[in-house]
């Protein structure tokens, strides 16, 4: 359990020896819950969230989705100091031991870090939640990073899933509920997640469109948990189209091999790299009268400065096009 420290909002400090209204009311607000003011009036609204500052120490921090990026919680910190402050992060109530609440990160672990490493308190928001809710809100967290690759987007959207399909149990199809007396197969939501809305929701939610969710469930669901440790950070992990290909070689040993011959960089293709990891040559296709041509006026368009290119284009103009073509010359 965290070590235990003093307990500050914004404006005032609740210490042990607080008078026993005012530290109720800080519990309650810890929880969000209604209580009466110490005046004995009426009763407050629930709240949705209270703030508090509290030492780094008193936020217990559980198994995470993500590790720490050192680089971020140092740009972190650059930010506290240039601007005085970082942005609350949420959690929620664990436990009250004495006077002070012990709460648990839900979302803002390298906010927490950097302040835990300068050595000051860190703003929280508590709010009630669910484990449910809680699981559901870090990996949105996540998957609106701005830092996220095809394969981290993959792994956080199907993890995604099954907490979605149990907090929507009444949304999900009859034919994917587990078989009396069969233990449950959590994969097994991945693959019938239209029907459920579950993509159209998660697009929604995380701003892609339902084609990305599809694609990113069927790259989760196709790479072995080897093949992804592998594809970690390297230039594999942000191309979702070489994602999908690889996702679609089934003998888990074949694919942590063609993965292998992708990162180490002697090819970029997929097929190319299933034959290397057979052991043998793959067959190039033979370039074609077209293909040479093509690739000479791509090299001669490519280094050509701007008064040239515009001559060429003021030429092809001129001449006879096949039909459907045409070239305007002309400036805009």
Known sequence: MAARGRLSTETEQTSPAAAPGKVAATKAEARGAASAPPDGGPA???LPAARMRLPAEQVVVGERLRPLSPAKVEALIVSFHEAGALPPILTRPVDLEGDLPVVALVAGLHRLEACRQMGVPVDCMVREMSDAVAQLTEIDENLLGPDLNALDRAVFIAARLPVWAAMNPDRVEDDQKPKRGRPKNSAKFAHFPTGMGFTEETAVEIGLSRRSVEYAL??????????????????????????????????????????GELVSGRTKSV???????????????????VDEALKALEKLWKGAPRPHREAMLHWLAGQAMPAGWVVKGGRG
Do not use: F, H, M
Not at 254 to 259: P, R, Y
Not at 271 to 289: D, L, M, N
């Open 44 to 46: 407050r609204s629930p």
């Open 271 to 289: 097929s190319e790299a299933r034959a290397y990891a057979a052991g043998r040559e793959p067959i190039k296709p033979a370039k074609t009268g």
């Open 218 to 259: 069927q790259v989760a669901r196709g790479l072995t948990p080897a093949t992804r440790a592998a594809l970690a950070g390297t230039w594999v992990a942000r191309n979702e189209g070489v994602l999908r290909q690889l996702a679609g070689v089934a003998e888990p040993d074949e694919q942590i091999a063609v993965a």
